[in-house]
């Protein structure tokens, strides 16, 4: 394997092998050496302590220990594979270390024809890269290009990735280039990856407009570049992009767009940037020669906010100017419900309008995903606290709804289980963690939902991690062949079809061209001109002489 490791103002680097040193050979900022498969290093700068490679495709002892030289060869069966465009199609998102009793890549290969059945296009995966301890979320990583080794490493992944295309299905990784985390994060031992000019929630931001910036935007394209060409990974969901503080003339997400098209042509594949992004600014997904930012999807977190709001009654935190049928008619035309007015949240005026004709597929929407239900007070799914009418209509809404619509794992059962907020950091740090989460939430205000009694789960227990590993033999087969039908109910859908929703007293409705859903909250009944055929429903529903009757907590969709 060739070392490449950008340290632009070392006198030397040496790599450390056993007891004795290998120096590395200086072409320009960067510094290089091959070694043999299975070599365990750290690398010394200016004769100094070793850390592990800030490129390590492996870490085997944990992100302290030394990094693994792999050549990461391996027989690909999916040679005619290209999922072509995902935006559009049913994604589904998993934590490896939860979605299975092992939590192992290699374990969740065999859950893939489950997702198949099911209707899913794309399976997103909580980002991978190591991570300090067993168990996490994966938000805290820090070595960008090493697969975490409790999900069994580089090698599973691969495995798991042609998995997936033998099904049928793309696979999406969740990456996160706006910080490192605390623990393990030597970066900076090599040269200015971070930056003081700019402050990010987590600390130091990464230096992308900053002297020595070009290391660290070439670190991350060189990080999407690898996902794509060595683990024939299809997509990259960028997280929290707002925090990628960049003031240079091209934004880094505009350059990785560019850079993406020219992967796409010389791999033959379709590859496809997701960004998640709170900031309801339209150039997120505007093409760069517009001066846009080019990202091919974005997260509606709006979108989400006006559902839960709607089904649930929560106004708190927030959801605090959410929750009318006015305000989820908005985000099912609009996708942005603060395109310019002012967000009671954030003390503030927030985002910006989005065009006309823009395609709503571009933006992936959900009722659930893992910050919607593990930031929680105790992590609890939908499923565990409303009406399940409630919760389906929900489902119908998102399925049917003219967005990209994705499923958190377990929802399409109904699943209970909670996904909660769980690390696994050593000493003072763990301490910090579990102390941080406990002040956190007590601003929240989540005992108006919980009671006086609540109690934050501590995220350093190993019981609120194995709390949250979904339970597969709790599947409730009524629940799964709801989705089952609904998913299928959307190839009815035409692609040019708008959505048209309405709304009155206790009731929402989307008019989707052959097909419209119709919902009914709380007690008593409602009727709705609805000519054609019942399709599907949910609770109390009929339809006669044109005339749909819905009871308590019931849904239907029909085709007029």
């Known amino acids: 394997m060739k070392l490449n490791v950008w340290s632009p103002h070392a006198s030397s680097l040496d790599a450390l092998i056993g007891g004795a040193r290998l120096p590395l050979e200086h072409v320009g900022e960067y510094w290089s050496a091959d070694l043999p498969e299975g070599t365990e290093y750290l690398l010394s700068v200016d004769g100094g302590p070793g850390f592990p490679d800030p490129r390590s495709r492996f870490q085997p002892h944990g992100v302290h220990g030394p ?17 072509g465009r995902t935006l559009g199609t049913l994604w589904y998102e998993l934590h490896v270390g939860t979605f299975t009793p092992a939590g192992t890549l290699d ?48 090698s599973a992944l691969q495995r798991f990735v042609d998995a997936a295309h033998g099904l049928g299905l793309a696979v999406a990784l969740d990456v996160v280039y706006n910080h490192l985390g605390p623990a393990g994060n030597y970066l900076s031992q090599f040269g200015p990856y971070f930056t003081d000019a700019h402050e990010t929630p987590w600390g130091w931001a990464v230096n992308l407009d900053t002297p020595g910036a070009h290391g660290m ?21 960028l997280d929290a992009v707002h925090a990628l503080l960049d003031d240079s003339d091209r934004h880094i997400l505009a350059e990785l767009a560019d850079a993406t098209h020219k992967w796409q042509d010389e791999l033959g594949r379709t590859l496809t940037l997701v960004a ?73 005026r927030w985002g910006s309008p989005l065009p006309d004709g823009v395609d709503m597929t571009q933006f992936v929407t959900f009722t659930q995903n893992h910050d919607q239900v593990g930031n929680r007070g105790l992590g609890d799914r939908p499923d565990e606290r409303l009406p399940r009418g409630a919760v389906m209509a929900g489902a119908a809404l998102l399925l049917l709804g003219p967005f990209t619509p994705m499923l958190f794992q377990g929802q399409e059962w109904g699943t209970t289980r909670p996904f909660r907020f769980f690390t696994d950091h050593d000493g003072d740090l763990g301490k910090a963690v579990s ?16 009671g006086d009694g609540f109690e934050v789960p501590d995220p350093q227990s190993e019981t609120t991690f194995l709390d949250s590993k979904l339970d597969w033999e709790a599947i409730d087969p009524e629940v799964l062949a ?55 429903s949910w609770g109390p529903a009929a339809l006669e002489d044109g005339v749909l009757t819905l009871g308590p907590h019931a849904v239907a969709v029909v085709r007029p």
């Open 435 to 450: 102390e941080g989460r406990l002040t956190e939430f007590a601003q929240h205000g989540w005992e108006k939902l919980y």
């Open 276 to 348: 998640e992004s709170d900031e309801n600014d339209p150039r997120t997904i505007a093409p760069t020669s517009q001066g846009g930012r080019g990202m091919d999807g974005q997260w509606a977190d709006d979108v989400h906010h006006a559902l839960h709001s709607y089904l649930t009654g929560e106004t708190f935190g927030y959801y605090v100017d959410f929750g009318t049928p006015q305000t989820l008619a908005k985000a099912f035309r609009q996708v942005f419900v603060h395109d310019g007015d002012y967000s009671t949240f954030r003390g503030k």
């Open 107 to 154: 374990s969740a290969i065999a859950k893939l024809p489950h997702l198949a059945e099911l209707g899913v296009g794309v399976v997103e995966l909580m980002p991978l890269a190591a991570f300090p301890g067993a168990r996490g979320w994966g938000y805290d990583g820090v070595a960008l290009f090493a697969v975490h080794e409790a999900y069994g490493g580089p």
């Open 217 to 237: 935007r070439e670190f991350i394209l060189d990080n999407a570049r690898y996902w794509f060409e060595q683990f024939h990974i299809d997509a990259l969901r």
């Open 67 to 83: 990094s693994q030289a792999l050549d990461l060869d391996f027989e690909w069966s999916d040679a005619s594979w290209d999922s």
């Open 482 to 536: 709801a989705y089952r039908e609904l998913i299928e109910l959307r190839s009815l859908i035409a692609d040019d079809s708008v959505c048209e929703p309405s709304y009155g007293d206790g009731w929402f409705r989307i008019d989707r061209g052959r097909i419209a859903v119709v919902t009914h909250a709380g007690a008593g009944t409602s009727t709705h001109d609805a000519p054609g055929e019942l399709l599907w």
